[in-house]
């Protein structure tokens, strides 16, 4: 799929997502949060709900956090039109108050969508709630930071600390700058798997071609 189809598709579901009423939160949202960045983006970042500052812009991190994140991005030698953001909802909860199971499972589908036609390399779940709903029964934030897991899928995810966490506890910034200082090496790795995986299939495809020639 072109470059232009598939940000054709994602403004698409953007739309979707605009005039979506599935849950409460439509209620008392300002504007909806679908993400931003690259529909080819190599790397999608899963936060977990729009604060005040993305619900009056309806663009995800855009307030301190998402400082946090950019300052991030760009120490990978990245920008924020390189990669994808969004978040686990698509619309701010009252207050800020966490998640709630019911409102997450209503806008997965949308996010499932985006990954679809984004197809990344690497998916990094920032914060308990993005890791919990896309790694479940993996265990805790605490004990999954840092540590890429390969899903039956094939799927790689990257769970992080939230960039919000490292601003309200500054022992976790260090521990987070070193986490996604992985990023890179993780997308070496998966480069280099699919490569192998391409050259055996082209060995397993020669050899089968040179028995049917026998």
Do not use: W
Request: proline share 7%; net charge neutral.
């Amino acid at each position: 799929m072109s470059h232009e189809n598939k940000q054709d598709e994602l403004n698409q579901i953007a739309e979707e997502i605009s005039a979506c009423t599935k849950c409460e939160l439509h209620k008392t949202r300002t504007n909806t949060v679908p993400g931003h960045g690259s529909a080819n983006a190599k790397v999608l970042f899963i936060g977990e709900a729009p604060g005040a500052d993305e619900d009056e812009q309806g663009i995800p991190f855009c307030g301190r956090a998402g400082k946090f994140l950019d300052e991030m991005i760009e120490s990978i030698g990245l920008n924020r039109e390189d990669v994808f953001i969004c978040n686990t909802l698509k619309c701010r909860p009252p207050g800020n108050r966490d998640p709630e199971d019911k409102e997450k499972e209503v806008c997965k589908p949308y996010l499932q969508k985006q990954v679809e036609v984004i197809r990344p390399k690497l998916i990094v779940t920032l914060g308990r709630h993005s890791t919990a709903t896309y790694l479940p029964g993996a265990g805790g934030i605490s004990k999954l930071h840092g540590k890429p897991v390969r899903r039956p899928s094939g799927q790689v995810y990257l769970p992080l600390y939230h960039p919000a966490a490292a601003l309200h506890n500054g022992g976790l910034r260090q521990t987070l700058l070193s986490d996604f200082g992985k990023i890179p090496v993780i997308l070496s790795k998966i480069a280099k798997d699919t490569s192998n995986k391409i050259q055996e299939t082209n060995e397993e495809e020669t050899k089968a071609k040179q028995g049917k020639l026998i």
